[in-house]
């Protein structure tokens, strides 16, 4: 007979609109910060060291995000796991998937900071790197990389306290982070004069002590008991965990073919133009980390409600599941309509925080802005349905509703629209991929929404 909590689960009583804004505000914060992380070092390293700076961080960006990948799947995968099965009155099963979780974690952290360091340079080979950026990203990549451990927990155990019921405490983590590294990036690339080093450390001093913060509160579970044994791997919970978090790795894992492939046709056609190999790299670089920032907000709304979704779809509350996705789909899409009215206003004074180089380097800034951004409103279609038929368990259409964006229609325009127009023309593979897989998104919610709900009712009545 399974554990229960004795407590009522908020989760499957409170009112719709108070549980979003509970949950979904510190998941947002916690994104925005997350991407924080990135920009803060793009800024100091714009000011200090110059566009190569920037562009070697891109070149680091895939390691970083392929990373995140492996660590989303499982923190993502554990969280929904645990919604579930707190739902379904089973919270000894719930904190065997959390146990492995972080088992997982730790383990898969270590090792990929190893072979992180061991292939570095290949990597950045592969990643886009030229030899004006190669010195920069492996200077920037050793530090980054030793951190792997850091950011493996400051990503899954995040996502294990916030299906806790704990999103504040989550937020609280990653601030801590943000904040140490907004107040030694100055420090050590200005008066240190480190250069790209500096930004690295302190990036995985603020890392560190985010890990640190949240290790202390993973001894304090809400909804679950936490013991020794469930520590221990268990082949089919591993599965489980990794199955439910596919989604979320797709989508990161297509983040890295969709930067490798960017990269290197940036190199390749910003070659034959008159911008030069770096500038294309560094310009577009620093506006998808902009783009990411508030993509980031649709993003962190669709995953920090996952936990509502997950208790009320699996103790049978489908009207609260169906009122909670449309308000998700209408916030994160008036969002980002205004997000494009500031893209599309003033792209300069964004631009020029990162660093203020050739009038080159701003022209086409300037219209990696206006265009690749263009269709950014329609991301939080794709980005909520993801996450929505990732939390109900559905982790097929979940998969290729992230594949969609980024592998079915990005990486494809890149390569076509790059060999036919050259390094301006492959800028409209952005808004052309957006718009496609939002409607797709929408279009396959709404074949699968009556069945969604009706194949699992006999389950819980």
């Avoid at 499982?74 to 929904?80: F, L, P, R, S, V």
């Avoid at 203020?356 to 263009?374: G, N, T």
């Avoid at 052309?432 to 006999?458: H, M, Q, R």
């Amino acid at each position: 007979m399974e554990e229960t909590i004795a407590n009522v689960n908020p989760l499957g009583t409170e009112k719709i609109g108070k549980l979003m804004m509970r949950f979904a505000i510190p998941s947002i914060i916690s994104l925005v910060i997350n991407s924080l992380y990135n920009m803060v070092d793009q800024v100091f390293i714009g000011q200090g060291v110059g566009y190569l700076g920037n562009a070697a961080t891109n070149v680091i960006l895939p390691l970083n995000t392929l990373h995140m990948a492996i660590m989303m799947m499982i923190g993502d995968g554990a969280a929904a796991f645990m919604s579930l099965n707190l739902g379904k009155d089973k919270a000894d099963t719930a904190a065997r998937g959390v146990g492995n979780a972080v088992t997982l974690t730790v383990g898969i952290g270590v090792i990929y900071a190893i072979l992180s360091l061991i292939f570095l340079k290949p990597l950045c080979q592969l990643f886009g790197a030229t030899e004006n950026t190669m010195p920069y990203a492996l200077e920037y990549g050793k530090i980054i990389a030793i951190g792997y451990l850091f950011v493996s927990i400051d990503i899954a155990f995040g996502s294990i306290i916030r299906a806790d019921g704990r999103p504040n405490t989550s937020m609280i983590g990653l601030l801590i982070g943000c904040i140490t590294n907004l107040i030694l990036d100055p420090l050590f690339i200005f008066v240190f004069k480190w250069g790209v080093a500096g930004a690295a450390w302190a990036t995985i001093i603020g890392q560190f002590l985010n890990a640190v913060y949240y290790i202390i509160c993973m001894f304090r579970f809400k909804t679950i008991r936490l013991k020794k044994e469930h520590l221990f791997l268990k082949g089919d919970l591993c599965k489980r965990i990794a199955s439910m978090g596919t989604s979320s790795f797709i989508l990161q894992v297509a983040l890295v073919a969709v930067m490798t492939t960017m990269n290197n046709v940036l190199v390749k056609y910003g070659a034959e133009s008159k911008y030069g190999s770096d500038i294309p790299m560094a310009a577009l670089g620093v506006t998808m980390k902009v783009s990411q920032l508030v993509t980031n907000v649709a993003v962190g709304l669709a995953s920090g409600i996952q936990p509502i979704y997950g208790y009320n779809y699996g103790s049978g509350r489908f009207l609260r599941v169906k009122k909670l996705y449309k308000w998700a789909l209408l916030d994160s899409t008036l969002i980002l309509l205004i997000a494009l009215a500031v893209f599309q206003i003033f792209p300069e004074p964004i631009i020029n925080l990162f660093g203020q180089e050739s009038d080159l380097y701003m022209e086409y800034a300037v219209k990696c802005f206006r265009i690749y951004l263009l269709g950014c409103f329609m991301i939080g279609a794709n980005a909520v349905t993801g996450v929505f038929f990732q939390s109900i368990g559905k982790s097929l259409q979940s998969a290729l509703l992230s594949l969609s964006r980024q592998i079915v229609f990005l990486v494809p325009g890149l390569i076509i629209l790059g060999h036919f127009t050259g390094v301006e023309g492959l800028l409209w593979a952005g808004p052309i991929s957006d718009i496609l897989a939002g409607v797709i998104s929408l279009i396959t919610v709404f074949v699968y929404w009556k069945s969604i709900f009706f194949e699992n009712a006999s389950e819980c009545f």
